[in-house]
């Protein structure tokens, strides 16, 4: 079974300024997909961004990106120019490929100062 | 039309009582879920419903009863819950079983009183 990792409780960033959360996971097989998911306080999971595992290039979203470095099983996601609607809990996911369930992170809890 | 739809938004609930929560979907996804979320954890996987057939329980009690009417629709219908009941309930919906992205509700917050 997969294993998520955020060891991030809380994170802060200025607006307009560039942050990165961390998420670490570990897996058995070879073929997966990671994502990020947004929680805001109105409680909906959005989905922010998604990275199949054979894909050597890094997704990228508007303002959002994520370096992913397959053999450190590293995942991270940066937000640059960030913005108030940013503020949210945010969840790192990890998925095997076929029929098997997304395994959340712990979650990061980013403030936005303005 | 991305939108997976909860109701109620809140609902407060007696130990003794039978109540349904509602989710809906219309961007004709095949599998639908229920998670159960705490304050400040990650959402925990209840059930999954792949083509209307429930295909994952996750050992949940059977105080909490899912059923799937048709292709769009979801509920979880509760009864003789626990105050440890009390939780964010989110619906998911995806085209396919885990295949795909899935998409999430806005969430019932229920309080077992």
């Known amino acids: 079974a997969q294993t998520v990792t955020q060891s991030q409780p809380e994170m802060s960033v200025q607006e307009a300024e560039t942050v990165t959360l961390s998420c670490t996971y570990d897996?058995?097989?070879?073929?997966?997909?990671l994502f990020w998911y947004k929680q805001p306080p109105s409680r909906q999971m959005i989905l922010v961004i998604r990275q199949e595992a054979y894909k050597q290039q890094n997704a990228t979203e508007n303002r959002f990106s994520v370096n992913f470095q397959k053999a450190a099983k590293s995942f991270s996601l940066k937000i640059s120019d960030s913005q108030l609607g940013d503020a949210a809990m945010y969840f790192c996911?990890?998925?095997?490929?076929?029929?098997?369930?997304?395994?959340f992170g712990k979650g990061t809890r980013l403030s936005v100062i303005a | 039309d991305t939108e997976v739809t909860q109701t109620p938004k809140h609902l407060v609930m007696g130990m003794t009582n039978k109540k349904s929560l509602k989710c809906e979907q219309h961007m004709g996804h095949r599998a639908m879920y229920w998670y159960k979320q705490k304050a400040k954890k990650p959402p925990e996987l209840m059930f999954v419903y792949s083509y209307e057939k429930l295909s994952i329980n996750e050992s949940v009690p059977s105080r909490f009863s899912p059923e799937c009417p048709n292709s769009s629709l979801l509920n979880l219908h509760l009864h003789a819950l626990q105050p440890e009941d009390s939780a964010l309930y989110l619906c998911?919906?995806?085209?396919?079983?885990?295949?795909?992205?899935?998409?999430f509700g806005p969430g019932t917050r229920l309080t077992v009183t």
């Open positions: 897996t058995s097989e070879s073929d997966y997909y």
């Open positions: 996911a990890c998925r095997n490929s076929g029929n098997t369930p997304l395994v």
């Open positions: 998911a919906s995806s085209l396919r079983t885990f295949a795909y992205e899935q998409y």
